[in-house]
């Protein structure tokens, strides 16, 4: 079975500050991650996904996550918050077969403080 | 966006009653999915389809049954519905055929159960 962790559910930066959100997966298979975003009262968005083909991963609006294998982690950071990164923020793995859904994380919620 | 319409988007109904959620795409894409997020779980599979007529049980599924007539349009049915049936439930499509393939959220719907 597949599935992810994420460490803290709560994380407060600064505006300018570094951000980093933790994932960690649990695979006995090479595992297919994302990220995606969930700002206030809408749906999920894809941030970025691991491909294999490179460990790091740049998504959209300056996010980036780094495979690695023998950490089993793909954290997501940003070298500089803003304050319309302020949303909750879930990994997830996905199978290789059958129905192809994604397992997620129980999400890490971001706040920035000016 | 990504062509996903759910309906409602907001439900107060009562316990024992019959509910059901529906989730329309236009994009033709074969897989369909129903989750339900819940604070501190992330999303939760409830159950997916790949195909009219062909569905599947998620982890959660226990309370939920699905219908899949046609292409564009996944049901999900609350038979009796029950207070811990209290969610939000996202839809998503994938095209499925790569296991990279992006999945879409829909925008949700926002179920209390009295």
């Known amino acids: 079975a597949q599935s992810v962790t994420q460490l803290g559910s709560h994380v407060s930066v600064s505006e300018g500050a570094l951000v980093l959100l933790r994932c960690n997966y649990s695979s006995s298979v090479p595992p297919y991650l994302f990220w995606y975003v969930q700002y206030p009262n809408q749906g999920l968005q894809l941030l970025l996904k691991?491909?294999?083909?490179?460990?790091l991963v740049k998504g959209i609006n300056g996010f980036e996550a780094e495979f690695k294998k023998s950490e089993t982690s793909f954290h997501l950071t940003k070298p500089s918050a803003h304050m319309s990164d302020a949303a909750e923020y879930f990994c997830a793995v996905r199978m290789d077969t059958g129905r192809r859904a994604l397992t997620f994380g129980s999400g890490t919620r971001l706040q920035v403080q000016p | 966006d990504a062509g996903i319409t759910q309906s409602p988007r907001h439900k107060v109904t009562e316990t024992g009653t019959p509910v059901t959620l529906r989730c329309h795409q236009t994009?033709?894409?074969?897989?369909m999915y129903w989750y339900r997020q819940d604070p501190g779980h992330g999303l939760r599979l409830i159950h997916y389809s790949y195909g009219v007529k062909d569905t599947d049980k998620g982890e959660v599924s226990d309370g939920y049954s699905v219908s899949r007539s046609k292409t564009e349009d996944f049901l999900l049915t609350l038979e009796s519905a029950t207070s811990s049936q209290t969610s939000v439930y996202f839809c998503?499509?994938?095209?499925?055929?790569?296991?990279?393939?992006?999945?879409?959220f829909g925008p949700g719907t926002r179920l209390t159960v009295l």
């Open positions: 998503a499509i994938s095209a499925g055929g790569n296991v990279l393939d992006e999945q879409f």
């Open positions: 994009e033709n894409h074969r897989y």
């Open positions: 691991y491909t294999s083909a490179a460990t």
